[in-house]
């Protein structure tokens, strides 16, 4: 008798869109923007640790610190967290709703953002298809880019 293992199917954007919502699931809502929605006019916070964000960030995505170091250099524009799924934002959306300010959280975050097929770059502004996805649990990222965990 031979065993045979079925291989599990391919990472999708609604595979990453369920991973999210089961995790937040029974959390505070907060406001969400996917993928499609972005726009010019936000301002993407990556709220990953600086290991995380060595690997690779959203273009023109600024560091949780820069913004908190001056929030209100970013008054005016919703401000986008996000990190690998969009959990870890979540908290902080949930922190800086609390405030007063306007943001929303990007569900799905930087995976959602490659299975869109939209470029990473590293630190320097170099393009890359390296995403550190936290754990190998995460590794859920579209054909074409390269887990780092």
Known sequence: MVATTALAAPPTAA?????????????????????????EDMVLVDVRPEEERQVS???????LQAFEADPKAFAGKKVVFYCTLGVRSHTTTETWAERGYDVANFKGSAL???????????????????????????????KGYQAVY
């Open 112 to 142: 959602a953002w490659t299975h869109a097929g939209k470029p990473l770059v590293t630190p320097d502004g170099e393009a890359t298809t390296r995403l550190h996805t936290w754990s190998r649990a995460f590794a859920l990222q579209a």
């Open 57 to 63: 960030m959203l273009p023109g995505a600024v560091p």
């Open 15 to 39: 595979s990453v869109d369920a991973l999210y919502d089961s995790m937040v699931a029974g959390r505070e809502r907060v406001p969400t923007v996917t993928v499609e929605q972005l726009d």
